[in-house]
């Protein structure tokens, strides 16, 4: 106890953010690796189930948005207040395009709303969609648009029609084949744990590390007096520490892996 009153009091806080940060964020990691859910419009719509309905629900832009996915294929998509559908996403062996040098590794699908197809042909899902139509051509499954003042614009410029609607590549492996996702990247988590722990470090050993490292530059070390620079790269080396630790760990919280 003496040895921790002897510590300066702007050392101490830091000391004790860097003990804490890596035990807080520790916690909030576990809890959120537990809430799964869809990656939609960058963010996270989390998974629950009433009855016999998979429900993804969150925010995207801010505004509420809700899937739900029924057994038989149908989904439903509110936005905003905005209803979309109902999709209907279907197997159908017969939609593959046989004569297509892909034939043999795509699933047949057809995706309707109402009675409109949306969609019929062969789906490939290798982390990016691969769409080829019944007639074998392929279908682009991105959308190339840019947004501004409320309004859509292709890639050539063009004004489009803006639509909240979901993508036939989105509602394709929301139905047959959903990848499920949470908030907390571990990586970040023990890099900003490793930066943490050099941050204790540097400030519990800071006079021992000053003279271990000139060392190897003079002669005598322990005669040494750290001038003010010294000192104030110390702190400020602290001071990186503690916030480079801190943005890791929020980045990290808030990244969908």
């Known amino acids: 106890m003496s040895r921790w009153r002897a510590i300066p009091l702007f050392q101490r806080v830091l000391l004790v953010m860097l003990a804490a ?28 189930v009433q009855g016999e309905t998979t429900l993804y629900a969150g925010r995207v832009d801010g505004k509420e948005a809700v899937f739900a996915v029924s057994p038989d294929g149908r989904v439903t998509y509110r936005f905003d207040g905005g209803d979309y559908g109902p999709y209907i996403v279907v197997e159908d062996p017969g939609a593959v ?26 789906w490939l ?7 080829i ?12 648009s840019w947004h501004a003042g409320g309004k ?35 990586s970040l988590y023990w890099l900003a744990t490793c ?9 519990l050993f800071a006079d021992r590390l000053f003279r271990w490292n000139l060392g190897f530059l003079i002669r005598d070390p322990e005669l ?3 001038s003010d620079w010294e000192l104030f790269g110390r702190r400020l080396g ?3 520490c503690t916030g480079g630790a801190l943005v890791g760990y929020l980045v990290g919280v808030f990244s969908i892996v």
């Open 133 to 144: 139509d019944e007639s074998g051509a392929p279908v682009s499954s991105f959308s190339f």
């Open 195 to 203: 930066l943490a722990a050099v941050g204790i470090i540097s400030i």
């Open 224 to 226: 040494a007096e750290p």
């Open 21 to 48: 940060m890596p035990v807080f964020f520790a916690a909030l990691y576990f809890i959120l690796n537990g809430r799964l859910g869809v990656e939609y419009g960058g963010s996270l719509l989390l998974r629950s």
């Open 238 to 240: 602290w001071i990186v």
């Open 97 to 122: 395009p046989r004569d297509h040098d892909m034939a043999d590794v795509l699933t047949g699908v057809e995706v309707r709303r109402g009675d409109e197809i949306l969609f019929r042909g062969g």
């Open 125 to 131: 899902d290798g982390g990016i969609s691969v769409l």
């Open 152 to 186: 859509a614009y292709g890639p050539d410029g063009q004004e489009m029609d803006f639509s909240h609607e979901p993508s036939v590549s989105f509602l394709l492996p929301l139905v047959l084949a959903p990848v499920l996702r949470h908030r907390g990247d571990i």
